[in-house]
């Protein structure tokens, strides 16, 4: 199975702050990669599909880069609602697999 | 509006069985690619299982042999029918539809759309 590695599993950031998440994949997964936000009692809301697409609707602050093996999801301004729990999944390989989750706090 | 409600939830003994549904509107599931997933309580996203729109199915390997994905066409519903339950099984059962890229409709693994979840508990 593909691990899927994310960094940090924590995060305190301010209001405005540019938040960076690594997520690091056990083999290469070309560009199947996609990134998740989940607030607490909530269902996860897809942001970003093949590592830098963003999905509709989701604010242009979030961007994603990378493929192979290393991938990040930047915020570029942290802002009041975007404080929640980030997910990568990979695509390219069954057993679909999740990133252990990167937590992102207020400072 | 593109919706899916999941139902069926509940606390069940070990080694019981449950069937969970998932009822979609706004969008036909025989047309697109549908997957479980589930959250234990305090714990991240795990995939379940995954049903293409062509019947193929997959599943992760801790449910392979106990759970079986499938769908009713004329009811539009997705279903979950687990057996043999274990409590590593409780968690909050999520369904979701898969995304496709806007220009090619090419399948792309992520998921669009999730409904709310149901709970499953497995104790005694």
């Known amino acids: 199975d593909i691990q899927l590695t994310q960094s940090p599993s924590f995060l305190s950031a301010s209001i405005g702050d540019r938040v960076t998440i690594t997520c690091r994949a056990s083999?290469?997964?070309?560009?199947?990669l996609v990134w998740y936000q989940q607030k607490p009692g909530k269902a996860p809301q897809l942001l970003i599909y093949?590592?830098?697409t963003l999905q509709s609707g989701v604010p242009s602050r979030f961007s994603g880069s990378g493929s192979g093996t290393e991938f990040t999801l930047t915020i570029s301004s942290l802002q009041p609602e975007d404080f929640a729990t980030y997910y990568c999944?990979?695509?390219?390989?069954?057993?679909?697999?999740f990133g252990g989750g990167t937590k992102v706090e207020i400072k | 509006e593109v919706q899916l409600v999941e139902s069926g939830g509940g606390l069940i003994q070990p080694g019981g069985s449950l069937r969970l549904s998932c009822a979609a509107s706004?969008?036909?599931?025989?047309?697109?690619?549908m997957s479980w997933v589930r959250q234990a309580p305090g714990k991240g996203l795990e995939w379940v299982a995954l049903?293409?729109?062509?019947?193929?199915?997959y599943y992760t390997d801790s449910v392979k042999g106990r759970f079986t994905i499938s769908r009713d066409d004329s009811k539009n519903t997705l279903y979950l029918q687990m057996s043999s339950l274990r409590a590593e099984d409780t968690a909050v059962y999520y369904c979701?539809?898969?995304?496709?890229?806007?220009?090619?409709?090419?399948?792309?693994?992520?998921?669009?759309?999730w409904g709310q979840g149901t709970t499953v508990t497995v104790s005694s």
């Open positions: 979701a539809k898969g995304g496709y890229t806007p220009m090619h409709r090419t399948p792309h693994f992520g998921m669009d759309v």
């Open positions: 706004g969008f036909a599931v025989s047309n697109n690619y």
């Open positions: 049903i293409y729109s062509g019947g193929s199915t």
């Open positions: 083999q290469g997964i070309s560009s199947y």
């Open positions: 093949a590592a830098s």
């Open positions: 999944q990979q695509g390219n390989t069954y057993p679909l697999t």
